[in-house]
């Protein structure tokens, strides 16, 4: 069935560096790609979608670029802080409209 | 701008007896998503639903597992004769329309069947 596979798992990252992960989806007509942030024991968030008729959004330190040929996408953070530590989910809708999410990636942020 | 609400946040049930989740979209919304995570695991969608429809129920178990979302009321996910392999996160998210627009969760119910 359609999947989204996410890389890396975790990921250690220096405060003020930039932290990529990426994802990659099986199913050719998904046109809908959010990204969730979840914090421990918290609820995920939305932090910033695209959709397929755009190759990148940004929005403040995040940013995320979508290659339809390639089917993947990736999310950026730049100039990253302490608060950004948390789990990161990518995502895709389907062409069932089916959100699928991939498996997260653990970000931590060092001091 | 209340959210989405979920009730009981963590809720403890014996092996055998019944776990009902509830879950109150944000006001406006009448589209409903439940979801269970694993520790350490992603988010896997379980039904999807809309005033008094279930659209989408396959990602749910076809025994002990069933959902609705009433006129009036919350939506309800309801678990019969709970196992151990039932213990997890449960999520739900509401939006304004098709899964094409964004969802919003609740805090979510972590259940624990001992």
């Known amino acids: 069935g359609e999947n989204v596979e996410q890389h890396p798992s975790t990921l250690s990252v220096q405060e003020g560096d930039s932290a990529v992960i990426k994802c990659t989806y099986s199913d050719s007509a998904s046109n809908y790609f959010p990204w969730y942030k979840q914090e421990l024991e918290k609820r995920p968030q939305l932090i910033i979608d695209?959709?397929?008729?755009?190759g990148e959004k940004k929005d403040q330190r995040i940013a995320v670029t979508l290659n339809k040929t390639a089917k993947h996408f990736s999310l950026h953070i730049t100039e990253t802080q302490p608060e950004d530590s948390a789990v990161y989910f990518c995502a895709a809708l389907n062409r069932d409209d089916k959100i699928i999410f991939g498996k997260g990636t653990r970000l931590h942020i060092l001091p | 701008n209340a959210g989405v609400m979920q009730n009981p946040r963590h809720l403890v049930r014996r092996r055998g007896q019944e776990a009902r989740l509830r879950c109150s979209p944000m006001k406006g919304h009448s589209h409903v998503y439940w979801y269970r995570q694993l520790p350490e695991e992603g988010l896997k969608f379980m039904v999807y639903l809309q005033k008094e429809n279930i659209i989408d129920e396959s990602g749910m178990p076809k025994e002990r597992f069933s959902a609705e979302f009433p006129k009036e009321g919350p939506s309800i996910l309801r678990i019969q004769q709970v196992v151990r392999g039932d213990s997890a996160a449960y999520f739900c998210a509401s939006s304004p329309g098709r899964r094409s627009y964004e969802q919003y969760f609740g805090p979510g119910t972590r259940l624990t069947v001992t």
């Open positions: 695209i959709r397929s008729n755009v």
